[in-house]
């Protein structure tokens, strides 16, 4: 079972660079989701997919950050000009793309340290 | 905005105890439910589900889970508890409606001592 898959595990940068992190959903599985999770709290949803499509979009993508599917099949997430205040697990999740809600399935994470 | 809270944030059981974990929606529609949970070192699984039907929804692992709309609840149980069940509990809320996005709780790590 390849579940999802992200790269990479770990990000350290220095404020005010540019990161990006792939996600590669489980194969066959049309949406794909972003959430962003801090110390001490749940996944905050950040961005989700329908194919190559960005359905859904939190308040808390600011203008820095930007996703990406331009293939419905891999994600790519960036942040440009990182601040302090970034540094968190970065989750990509997936789940088939019929019908209604569907379970999401979790990679382990990017998880973002900024110096 | 919706809220999802887990009032126990840790919670310490010998083995064979039983578990109870407490977690409540704000929002009033049609909700999708579940529990997630996170082993040390792994990513988040799931662990049960709630979409309609039989309010009381059993898992993998022995877990079950009831869904009380009046209260707008869904507590996660167990009768007796493993070591192997030390994690963290995430309870998650989807409003429905065409939306896909999941709203989680803040956890509840479980400590259970052999």
């Known amino acids: 079972d390849t579940g999802v898959s992200q790269d990479p595990r770990h990000k350290i940068t220095k404020r005010g660079q540019n990161v990006t992190f792939r996600c590669d959903p489980i194969s066959e599985h049309n949406r794909l989701y972003w959430y962003r999770q801090t110390l001490g709290q749940g996944p905050e949803f950040l961005t989700y997919f329908q194919n190559e499509a960005q359905l859904e979009k939190s308040r808390l993508l600011s203008d820095r950050f930007s996703a990406e599917r331009p293939k419905g099949s891999f994600s790519t997430l960036e942040i440009q000009r990182t601040e302090q205040g970034d540094s968190a697990m970065y989750l990509c999740a997936s789940s088939p793309g019929t019908g209604g809600v569907q379970p999401q399935h979790f990679g382990d994470g990017t998880r973002l340290s900024i110096l | 905005a919706q809220s999802v809270s887990q009032h126990n944030h840790h919670v310490i059981l010998s083995e064979a105890a039983s578990l109870e974990l407490g977690c409540n929606y704000s929002?009033?529609?049609?909700?999708?439910l579940f529990w997630y949970v996170q082993y040390p070192g792994q990513h988040l699984q799931l662990l049960l589900k709630?979409?309609?039907?039989?309010?009381l929804v059993k898992g993998i692992k022995g877990f079950e889970a009831e869904f009380i709309k009046s209260k707008f609840s869904f507590n996660l149980r167990k009768p007796s508890v493993q070591w192997s069940d030390t994690a963290e509990y995430f309870c998650?809320?989807?409003?429905?409606?065409?939306?896909?996005?999941?709203?989680f709780g803040t956890g509840t790590r479980l400590l259970v001592s052999p």
């Open positions: 998650a809320v989807n409003r429905g409606s065409g939306f896909q996005k999941l709203v």
């Open positions: 929002y009033g529609g049609t909700v999708n």
């Open positions: 709630y979409f309609s039907g039989d309010p």
